[in-house]
């Protein structure tokens, strides 16, 4: 089982840029294709980014050229860099695998950008 915990979430005004942070424990984690997702209130979660093994990315369109994913395989954390965020960026952001495991969903982390 892969336990999953995010962090790195806060409020930021538009423009501005937020590194998050997915730590991963309880099983073989390097060989999974990982994923950050996220979900507005009222809104579907939605895949924003996700990284195979062999650190290949694909973002979705509303993020591409803004958000960078990554990974360590060695020290187990998968992140993802956002810039020029915008408001409608605002959501909980979750990491999991790709495709995601419902036992895996963590608490995820907030975002939200107001000025």
């Known amino acids: 089982q892969v336990q999953l915990v995010e962090s790195g979430g806060g409020l930021v005004q538009p423009g501005g840029s937020l590194r998050l942070s997915c730590a991963a424990s309880?099983?073989?984690?390097?060989?999974?294709?990982m994923g950050w997702y996220r979900q507005a209130p009222g809104k579907q979660r939605e895949l924003v980014a996700r990284i195979d093994s062999g650190g290949s990315t694909n973002y979705a369109d509303s993020v591409k050229g803004r958000f960078t994913i990554s990974r360590d395989n060695a020290k187990n954390p998968v992140y993802l860099q956002m810039n020029s965020l915008k408001p409608e960026d605002t959501a909980v952001y979750y990491c999991?695998?790709?495709?995601?495991?419902?036992?895996?969903w963590g608490q995820g982390t907030q975002v939200t950008v107001s000025s």
């Open positions: 309880g099983s073989i984690f390097s060989i999974y294709v």
């Open positions: 999991n695998l790709y495709p995601p495991i419902s036992s895996s």
